[in-house]
């Protein structure tokens, strides 16, 4: 059974930082690429990160470039993305999905920045 | 990419069939021939799942009275006949072109 267990949520302060992983298991980690979405309070699906199966193609929505870094440990079946300089409008659930078409999501870790 | 979903609510009767539309701003065929066009469904209080991918294609444990189809710009999600459980928000996502982009969610209630 394909699992996906994000971890690293948690309340920080403005301009704060926090990583995220995601540990995966159920299917072979390194033959899929990875993303990551987040839904802030009541609101619709946003992806804001891609990494594919080596680690060699990123992407980023334009809101995060520069503050938030995707990464991957194959060795490890996990998945990071460490997020700088937060924003109030950072505040969401953030999802891992396997494949960029979603074909499983983790149940979220819920990021909330505040003073 | 910009997905946009019509309706955005369907109040729908049990055993009744529903539909919703995606339709983008620009073709989602990939250079390499393939349309990465997928469908989720958010159950209240859940993370997503994914329902349909690549227009049509049913994920593994999906019900067959789920199914998708479209081309090009337009796309849609039908359920032949709605059960209780499907009632929550149904998104379409394209992954041809980064940033990957998401419609904005059509809620489907009983009526």
């Known amino acids: 059974e394909v699992q996906l267990v994000e971890s690293g949520g948690g309340l920080v302060q403005p301009g704060g930082s926090l990583r995220l992983s995601c540990a995966a298991s159920?299917?072979?980690?390194?033959?899929?690429?990875m993303s990551w979405v987040r839904q802030a309070p009541g609101k619709g699906l946003e992806w804001i990160s891609y990494?594919?199966?080596?680690?060699?193609?990123?992407y980023y929505v334009d809101s995060v470039k520069g503050r938030f870094t995707i990464s991957r440990d194959n060795a490890k079946n996990s998945l990071y993305l460490q997020m700088d300089s937060l924003r109030a409008e950072d505040t969401a659930v953030y999802y891992c999905?396997?494949?960029?078409?979603?074909?499983?999501w983790g149940q979220g870790t819920l990021v909330t920045v505040s003073s | 990419i910009v997905m946009t979903q019509t309706p955005l609510t369907s109040p729908v009767t049990l055993g009744q069939p529903a539909s919703i539309s995606c339709r983008s701003s620009q073709s989602l065929v990939h250079s390499n021939g393939n349309t990465y066009l997928s469908w989720l469904q958010q159950r209240p209080g859940q993370p997503p799942r994914l329902l349909i991918y690549k227009i049509s294609n049913r994920f593994s444990g999906v019900p067959d009275r789920f199914s998708g189809s479209g081309a090009g710009t337009d796309f849609t999600l039908t359920i032949s006949r709605v059960e209780a459980e499907d009632v929550g928000l149904y998104y379409c996502m394209q992954a041809t072109q980064f940033p990957q982009t998401f419609g904005q969610g059509t809620k489907v209630e009983i009526k």
């Open positions: 159920g299917f072979i980690f390194s033959s899929y690429s």
């Open positions: 999905a396997r494949d960029s078409s979603g074909y499983n």
């Open positions: 990494i594919s199966s080596s680690g060699d193609s990123i």
